[in-house]
């Protein structure tokens, strides 16, 4: 490699996280509005640029809590973008990451220096969002859909236990489809993504209902 050559130069690292909950039935992801140019004022995923000394996820974890004051969020990497037009300052490779989390973390957001507001915004009503993050989003939301069928990536929601009939609602509200509860309760129950705890809900009113957690 020629480090002189100036097709090496003038590059930079973002990581961007698109991080999902369930609120009161409906499927969201976290947003931030830019408080600076470019796109100052756009709706857009979290993140932002790592530094040279930077992992990953370590630039990751930092650009979460400069612009949420948000700690101790579980993610992972699901993909990398390389249009070298994606940022308008200079060519910006991104790293995307992707989590689930309760609704509730977000209550505690005061306006940052780069971000004067932040907010779940339901999936089928998303705002338009700089730079390449409606790509990104809409991989990553194909990402989560593959990992609710083949892994517990949604133990956050619920870390100790769950009825049936709740965490269905919200594989369908995430799939976008009606599920069958028989074929549902066996298809997680054979790919050991939960257990029965051998214990029952009991509500007024309602018919008692086994209680399950995520292995």
Not at 81 to 88: C, E, G, K, V
Not at 164 to 182: A, M, S
């Amino acid at each position: 490699m020629n480090v002189n050559d100036v097709r090496y130069q003038n590059q930079g690292l973002h990581v961007v996280l698109a991080l999902f909950t369930i609120d009161r039935s409906a499927f969201k992801v976290l947003l931030i509005k830019r408080k600076n140019e470019p796109f100052k004022n756009k709706w857009i995923l979290i993140g932002g640029c790592a530094y040279n000394t930077e992992t990953g996820e370590e630039a990751m974890n930092r650009e979460l809590y400069e612009k949420t004051r948000l700690k101790n969020i579980d993610f992972e990497m699901f993909d990398v973008f390389t249009n070298p037009n994606r940022s308008p300052l200079k060519r910006m490779i991104a790293i995307g990451y992707i989590g689930v989390s309760d609704s509730n973390i977000i209550n505690k957001f005061k306006s940052t220096e780069k971000a004067s507001a932040a907010d779940w915004f339901e999936i089928d009503r998303i705002p338009e969002l700089g730079y390449d993050h409606k790509e990104i989003l809409e991989k990553a939301i194909k990402k989560l859909k593959e990992k609710i069928i083949s892994t517990s990536i949604l133990k956050k929601l619920y870390p100790n236990t769950f009825t049936l009939p709740e965490l269905q609602t919200v594989y369908e509200k995430i799939l976008n489809k009606k599920l069958d509860r028989r074929n549902f309760r066996k298809t997680l129950l054979q790919k050991g993504l939960m257990i029965d705890t051998g214990q029952i809900e009991e509500i007024v009113g309602k018919k008692p209902s086994k209680l399950y957690r995520f292995t």
